[in-house]
């Protein structure tokens, strides 16, 4: 029997440390087709999205997806996040935080990839961008 991803937990556990902290937590997301973000955001087939109390909105990470409401140009809007999308977690304030290895068949949904998605490898999984003041401290986990 498989054991459960630690993932998810991850991803709770450093939300809750920058919330303790006063950090913002930011992710970064390779889309896939089942992302539910607003497209026009996305660059390169990712998107960094604020994860913050501040920012969002009934925000819930579980064990699959990570769902919310967040405002993009005055408008509400709903996201959805499947976990094994999610590249990296940090602190926006120094960068501190955690990143992930995507597995290159998370990145192909039903009836394939989407067009604006670029299909990541082990080898170029996205690094969050650098905030300002330095390089992001990131642990990379696989």
Known sequence: MDLPSTKPYLLRAIWEWCGDNGFTPYIAVQIDARTRVPREFV????IVLNIGPDASNKLQIGNEFIEFQARFGGVARQLSVPVE??????????????AFEIEPAATVAEGGVSEDVHQASSDDTPEPPRPEGGPPRLQRIK
């Open 85 to 98: 999308q999610v590249t990296a977690i940090y602190a926006r304030e120094n960068g501190s935080g955690m």
């Open 43 to 46: 660059r390169d087939g990712q």
